[in-house]
């Protein structure tokens, strides 16, 4: 017996609905902690040798209470600090906007107190920019779905029968914010429960997963149009037929690009592992939609369309 993805469609929309539904309630609760992309601010990442201690000589990496107490006697007022370590002798430390000066008369406190410390990054930016940066984001994410509506309706403008080419576009569109809202809500986990910070690299990654979930649900939209004009039976059949056609490739493409992002997200060092996490997370989803959401999709909505003609 063929395996048929339609006929199932009830148990992936209950599936979906729950995932769906408990991102929206994340982001509800929670929001997303914005870093200093979006909020403005300053970064200070340093590392600590193994010679790096307190005061005392023990060679450890001081804890952030340790570095906490150097910021307070610095003299200068650096607004909520969040100190947050990383790897083994990493530190890394958001702080309000600071000049110059300021940045090199806290990094030479940290010097003085701990010993053998490395500046890795320094970034500094104002609120105005955040905010700039914060409306682009947003701004380029709704100006990239509308272009892809259009697109696809205008790809898909040659099948008019038994759905309308328009109807294509929105169901991208739909498995699209399928697959965006889900890695989004577990953002909001990871931000509330363990300090994950979003930049403008979660924003980069959202807008690859936007382009690589609409090109996997474009490959079976498109055997769909072909199968249209070559098979016969109802077009619930054909949808489930060109699935199965496409399911292999769908599914090898997706886990060739995963191994190569879990590989980035091990071995990458810390500073890619927002950006691969988002794209692991949105290309799992983005390949689960484009099989089993899509497609049914238009099944759905074509039995909906009959029924109110009839």
């Known amino acids: 017996m063929k395996f048929n993805v339609v006929k199932l469609k009830p148990i992936w929309y209950t599936l979906s609905v729950i995932m769906i539904a408990g991102s929206i309630a994340m982001l509800s609760m929670w929001g997303l902690k914005q870093g200093i992309d979006f909020t403005?601010?300053?970064?200070?990442?340093?590392?600590?040798?193994?010679?790096?201690?307190?005061?005392?000589?023990?060679?450890?990496?001081?804890?952030?209470?340790?570095?906490?107490?150097?910021?307070?006697?610095?003299?200068?007022d650096l607004g909520t600090v969040v100190i947050q370590p990383v790897g083994d002798t990493d530190m890394q430390m958001s702080?309000?906007?600071?000049?110059?000066?300021?940045?090199?008369?806290?990094?030479?406190?940290?010097?003085?107190?701990?010993?053998?410390?490395?500046?890795?990054?320094?970034?500094?930016?104002?609120?105005?920019?955040?905010e700039e940066l914060r409306q682009k984001s947003f701004r380029g994410l709704i100006i990239a779905l509308v272009?892809?509506?259009?697109?696809?309706?205008?790809?898909?403008?040659?099948?008019?029968?038994?759905?309308?080419?328009?109807?294509?576009?929105?169901?991208?569109i739909l498995a699209a914010f399928h697959d965006v809202i889900i890695p989004v809500g577990v953002f909001a986990f990871l931000g509330h429960f363990y300090g994950v910070e979003i930049g403008t690299s979660f924003i980069a990654a959202i807008l690859t997963?936007?382009?690589?979930?609409?090109?996997?649900?474009?490959v079976v939209m498109d055997r769909i149009r072909e199968n249209l004009t070559k098979l016969n039976g109802s077009f619930a059949d054909i949808v489930?037929?060109?699935?199965?056609?496409?399911?292999?490739?769908s599914f090898s493409t997706s886990m060739t690009t995963l191994l190569a992002l879990f590989a980035i997200y091990f071995f990458?060092?810390?500073?890619?592992?927002?950006?691969?996490l988002t794209l692991i997370i949105?290309?799992?989803v983005g390949t689960y939609s484009s099989i089993f959401i899509a497609?049914?999709?238009?099944?759905?909505?074509?039995?909906?369309?009959?029924?109110?003609r009839k």
């Open 147 to 172: 272009a892809i509506l259009f697109y696809v309706a205008y790809a898909f403008r040659k099948v008019s029968s038994p759905v309308k080419s328009w109807k294509y576009g929105v169901v991208t």
């Open 282 to 284: 949105g290309i799992a």
């Open 40 to 76: 403005g601010g300053s970064l200070l990442a340093v590392r600590f040798s193994a010679t790096s201690g307190t005061a005392s000589g023990v060679e450890r990496r001081p804890t952030s209470v340790e570095v906490q107490q150097v910021l307070d006697q610095t003299k200068i």
């Open 295 to 308: 497609s049914p999709l238009l099944v759905s909505w074509q039995s909906l369309s009959a029924k109110l």
């Open 95 to 130: 702080l309000r906007n600071m000049t110059e000066e300021e940045h090199q008369k806290v990094f030479g406190d940290l010097q003085k107190a701990f010993g053998n410390v490395t500046e890795l990054r320094f970034d500094s930016i104002g609120p105005v920019v955040g």
């Open 209 to 218: 997963i936007l382009g690589y979930s609409i090109t996997d649900t474009i």
């Open 240 to 249: 489930a037929t060109s699935v199965r056609q496409t399911f292999l490739r």
């Open 268 to 276: 990458g060092g810390e500073s890619l592992h927002e950006f691969t």
